[in-house]
């Protein structure tokens, strides 16, 4: 029972390049349908492991993995079939390499070994989230009302995946300066 939650994990790894492909091929109901599956195996996997206790080391590591495998090939299938713009891709693919990136060298220098994710980290998940929804909606339906939607969720989705980059950012200069030995 304890690995049910990193199997539902596994499941939204494995829907990545499926809701890719069906965002290429252009069988938008398809993808949107699969990236809700994917949106209730998050929720599932998170919920289920805090409340019956079956959090585990690997869960802990391939989530947020899995996270950003989904929405940032998601993203990039969006740009490629001109759905979304690049920059906004740019700046997404960018800030998760960046905190990858980061992490992996904040742990060649100190001990600590979990990296939680943070308030706006949680917050620009869930703008992105809704981000990418709504630019699929309106490859089905157009209307000024969902146009504007659209706007609002780019530029919310913009402003908060640039604080969440720079609050991890401030996070790993604390937690280096906390952690790191003095060499005096």
Known sequence: ???????????????????????????????????????????????????????TWFGAYIDPVADKLLMDSMFIALAIASMLPWWFVVLVVGRDLYILISVMILAMFVKVREFPPSAWGKWCTFAQIITAGTWMVTTMTRSFLLDVLCIMALWAATVLTLYSGIHYTWRGVHMSRTHVPSTS
């Open 1 to 55: 029972m304890r690995n049910i939650p990193n199997m539902l994990t596994a499941i939204r790894v494995a829907l990545a390049p499926v809701i890719f492909w069906a965002i290429l091929s252009g069988n938008n109901l398809l993808a949107m349908a699969l990236f809700a599956t994917a949106a209730v195996t998050d929720w599932l996997d998170g919920t289920m492991a805090r409340r019956y206790g079956w959090i």
